[in-house]
Every structure is written in C-alpha cells, then in structure tokens.
Antibody, heavy 118, light 106 residues
C-alpha cells in the first residue's frame, strides 16, 4: 500500500526550532516529488514547496522561501520540513503529499498539527 | 503567479441534484489542473487530474472539464457524503497554487 506517514503533533514556543517528518512506503521514494502544504485553522490550502528525493532538487513558494527548509533522507524514505525560528503565525496543519506525472498530488499524509505559542 | 478563483464560495443543494463548481484562472493554464475534496478533519483527496481524468477509486458521478482559464467540476447526482470543501490546483513556472475552495453543503 502506498502511504505517507507523518510525525505527531508538535507544540513549541516562538523561536524554538522544529522539524517534522513524512515517511513514504509502498513505492519508490526517489522517483516522485514530495510537496508540503499548509492549512491554517479554518483556512484553505497553501503550497509551500517541493523536493525531488532522487537528487534533493528543491523549489519553494515565494511566500515561504527563506521561512522554512525542506529536505530528505533517502536512506529512510523520509522528507522533512523545518523551521529555525517559528512564529505564532506558523500555527497550522501541515500536509505532505506525493506529486504524480500530471502535477497533481495523488497521495497525502494525514497531516501534522503544529502549535507555536508562548 | 496564476491566481485561481473558485465560485461560488458556498453551494447548498439536495441529494440527487447536480453540482457545478467553477475555477477561473488569472492567466491561461498551460499545464495541468486538478481538483481535490476535503472533509472536516481529513486530508485532501485527489478527485480529478489533468482537467478531466478521475483519480483511482473516484466515482463516475465526478467529472472535470474546461480549458484556458475556465474549468468546472461537476457532480452529476449528489450523495450526502459529497458534503466537503473542493479545491482546484495548478502549476505554473514551478509555483503551485490552489483556489480558495468551494464549500458544498448537502
């Protein structure tokens, strides 16, 4: 079964670094792009960035460039999203998803809730 | 960046009726367009890719159409479980964008 399993909910104070994960299984991890999508409470979907695990080629949304870092560890079929200094405005649900050959996101993780609060 | 505008924001219909959801792009979409369904507390689910192709396991009552700047998701005969928010999505120059969503109430 093709699936993406995300790490559990996180609570941080502003400025405390954070890294969440997305582990792939059931397919060849290095052959499909992985995207990260933010959903703030009660709001819509926002594309953050995309990475190709085969060579770590990464592209960011202009809205998130410099705010987060996307990476992968091929040895464990896992993608990561990290913040060096999160803010309260980063409080949201974060989804990872797999991109297919038609630029659609065909497999989604269940999401990781991130709360940043003092 | 291409902006996707969905209409209406909210649509209230009854079981068995036909739903027509619109997605309008600020510029011509030269690549692919997709549609997603999201129910409360769940991750989005891919419904339609490449404008009109149903994803695996999606019922035939869901169909997509359109070209250029105007795209449509049609649900031919609504079921109660179709209550959800629906999003369109496209890519342009390595920037992916979603519409703001249509809330479909059955």
């Amino acid at each position: 079964e093709v699936q993406l399993v995300q790490s559990g909910a996180e609570v941080r104070k502003p400025g405390e670094s954070l890294k969440i994960s997305c582990k792939a299984s059931g397919y060849s991890f290095t052959n499909y792009w992985i995207v990260w999508v933010r959903q703030m409470p009660g709001k819509g979907l926002e594309w953050m960035g995309i990475i190709y695990p085969g060579d770590s080629d990464t592209r960011y949304s202009s809205s998130f460039q410099g705010q987060v870092t996307i990476s992968v560890d091929k040895s464990i079929s896992t993608a990561f999203l990290q913040w060096s200094s999160p803010k309260a405005s980063d409080t949201a649900m974060y989804y990872c998803a797999r991109k297919n050959d038609y630029d659609a996101f065909d497999v989604w993780g269940p999401g990781t809730m991130v709360i940043v609060s003092s | 960046e291409i902006v996707l505008t969905q209409s209406p924001a909210t649509l209230s219909l009854s079981p068995g009726e036909r739903a027509t959801l619109s997605c309008r792009a600020s510029l011509i979409v030269r690549s692919y367009l997709a549609w997603y369904q999201q129910k409360p507390g769940q991750a989005p689910r891919l419904l339609i890719y490449d404008v009109s192709n149903r994803a695996t396991g999606i019922p035939a009552r869901f169909s997509g159409s359109g070209s250029g700047t105007d795209f449509t998701l049609t649900i031919s005969s609504l079921e109660p479980e179709d209550s959800a928010v629906y999003y369109c999505q496209q890519r342009s120059n390595w920037q992916y964008t979603f519409g703001q969503g249509t809330n479909l109430e059955i």
